[in-house]
T-cell receptor, first 111, second 115 residues
Framework: RKEVEQDPGPFNVPEGATVAFNCTYS??????FFWYRQDCRKEPKLLMS???SGNEDGRFTAQLNRASQYISLLIRDSKLSDSATYLC????????????FGKGTTLSVSS | DAGVIQSPRHEVTEMGQEVTLRCKPI?????LFWYRQTMMRGLELLIY????????DSGMPEDRFSAKMPNASFSTLKIQPSEPRDSAVYFC?????????????FGQGTRLTVV
């Protein structure tokens, strides 16, 4: 079983739609969680950290459920510029670990 | 700061040749990571360093791969000999301390093609 699993998509939505991505992680010792965004042929960039209480950044809302080992990202009022691959990332605070990435979910927003 | 700098941006080489990828992390960052990205496997961690010391190289696929960090401002990833299945985008990233939520900054990557 992979450490971080995501539905690869693609998710094809019209502008203005609300879309949700899910992610599960296998290591219960995971302590930090993030969503990264990667545009085509570019490097990944941090979109937002994910906190236990849930957090919001404009049109983006991230949720964490530690009991279910589940992370989500909700994008409201989708824009064309949201088209990208969204990577779920976990970090385990133990020696010998680093940021572990899911394979990503591809979003395509069309007009 | 210019960010994480990788070179070359593109590399095309023949099977059996040695390939060296280079990375300059962001000044002051104490962690450096090498990742490989392919369509099939996604973004895989190969190795990472803390204060120039390799911490975990369990992701290095085989002995043909080696990485060094001789000082805080430079790291190399070497493949010798290269094989067509090594074709991928190789990213270097750096961050300051993983013991709190923090951001890893990625370079623009080296797109390696082995023919």
């Amino acid at each position: 079983r992979k450490e971080v699993e995501q539905d690869p998509g693609p998710f094809n939505v019209p502008e203005g739609a609300t879309v949700a991505f899910n992610c599960t992680y296998s290591n219960s010792a995971s302590q930090s969680f993030f969503w990264y965004r990667q545009d085509c042929r570019k490097e990944p960039k941090l979109l937002m950290s994910v906190y236990s209480s849930g957090n919001e950044d404009g049109r983006f809302t991230a949720q964490l459920n530690r009991a279910s080992q589940y992370i989500s990202l909700l994008i409201r009022d989708s824009k064309l510029s949201d088209s990208a691959t969204y990577l779920c990332v976990v970090n385990i605070y133990q020696a010998g670990t680093a940021l572990i990435f899911g394979k990503g979910t591809t979003l395509s927003v069309s007009s | 700061d210019a960010g994480v700098i990788q070179s070359p941006r593109h590399e095309v080489t023949e099977m059996g040749q040695e390939v060296t990828l280079r990375c300059k992390p962001i000044s002051g960052h104490d962690y450096l990571f090498w990742y490989r990205q392919t369509m099939m496997r996604g973004l895989e961690l190969l190795i990472y360093f803390n204060n120039n010391v390799p911490i975990d190289d369990s992701g290095m696929p085989e002995d043909r791969f080696s990485a060094k960090m001789p000082n805080a401002s430079f790291s190399t990833l070497k493949i010798q000999p290269s094989e067509p299945r090594d074709s991928a985008v190789y990213f270097c990233a750096s961050s300051f301390s993983l013991r709190r939520p923090t951001e890893a900054f990625f370079g623009q990557g080296t797109r390696l093609t082995v023919v």
